[in-house]
């Protein structure tokens, strides 16, 4: 058993907007030409996608394991509940040390459901699960070091949450955003992190068809708060830029409500 590169792609969806920003469909494959599509578009896409460097080595036979056999709960994610196809990704390319933080929509797919999804106690368990059956097939494939590796970065969410939002502040805002507002923006943000999660949680029946909306409608006073926070730290003008649309509008946009 061998090491083989992860290639992340992303590509337009074409209609998926928030504010003017249109969010891409990402998906990873092997070098070896697994096809990990993510609920969508998968490898017969490359030609026209757009390729998400770095590139990350780890065993594909472990992505597979990750991936399930599941097309409707890739990585163990339930579609708009749990994750999107961004987190889907990201769980296959913790495995090689990569994500899709360069693909667009990245932001506001990550502020909705973090970097990895929800439910990350049962993915962190599923981890160490494939990593024992390809143990079982393959005495040592994955060593215990290798093991703790992808752990720790599984485990340094929501810190590398808070660094896709540093990234996204440094990228759209001007150059004279300071370290103190920096600062005071993760603050925010980790106060919003904590309710999301609450709100997540109280709703306990993940299978019931309204539980999209009942779930935007919990997260949305917390959105609208960290908003708000933003704006008194940024300004109106900054706040708007950062989020491309009126952000009363983006929970409806980005739960397509």
Same mark, same amino acid.
């Given at each position: 058993? *061998?090491?083989?590169?992860?290639? !992340? ?7 998926? #907007? &928030? ?40 065993? !594909? ?24 196809? #961004?987190? !889907? ?22 502020? &909705? ?22 143990? #079982?097939? #393959? ?10 590796? &992808? ?14 939002? *540093? ?51 919990? &997260?949305?006073?917390?959105?609208? *708060? ?5 704006? *008194? ?25």
């Amino acid at each position: 058993m *061998e090491k083989l590169k992860f290639f !992340a792609y992303a590509i337009s969806t074409g209609d998926y #907007q &928030v504010g003017n920003v249109t969010f891409d469909h990402t998906f990873v494959v092997s070098d070896r030409g697994d096809n990990w599509h993510c609920w969508g578009r998968g490898k017969e896409s490359v030609p026209s996608a757009r390729h998400l460097a770095p590139d990350g080595v780890a065993f !594909a036979d472990w992505g597979d394991l990750i991936n399930g056999t599941d097309p409707n709960h890739p990585t163990g994610l339930t579609q708009r509940v749990s994750g999107v196809c #961004q987190q !889907a990704a990201n769980r296959l390319l913790v495995l090689a040390g990569t994500d899709v933080s360069g693909a667009n929509g990245n932001f506001f797919a990550t502020m &909705v459901y973090g970097k990895y999804g929800f439910e990350i106690e049962k993915f962190i368990a599923q981890v160490k699960s494939t990593a024992a059956q390809l143990n #079982q097939q #393959q005495p040592g494939a994955v060593t215990d070091a290798e093991l703790q590796e &992808v752990l720790g970065r599984i485990a340094a969410d929501p810190s590398d949450e808070l660094k896709v939002l *540093e990234s996204h502040f440094k990228g759209t805002l001007p150059q004279s955003i300071t370290q103190q507002q920096t600062d005071q923006l993760l603050v925010a943000y980790r106060a919003f992190q904590q309710k999301r999660q609450t709100a997540y949680d109280q709703e306990a029946n993940k299978d019931d068809p309204n539980f999209q909306r009942q779930f935007a409608q919990d &997260v949305a006073p917390a959105f609208l *708060e960290c908003v708000s926070k933003f704006t *008194e730290i940024l300004g109106v003008d900054c706040s708007q830029e950062l989020f491309k649309s009126k952000p009363e509008d983006v929970i409806g946009q980005l739960f397509n409500l």
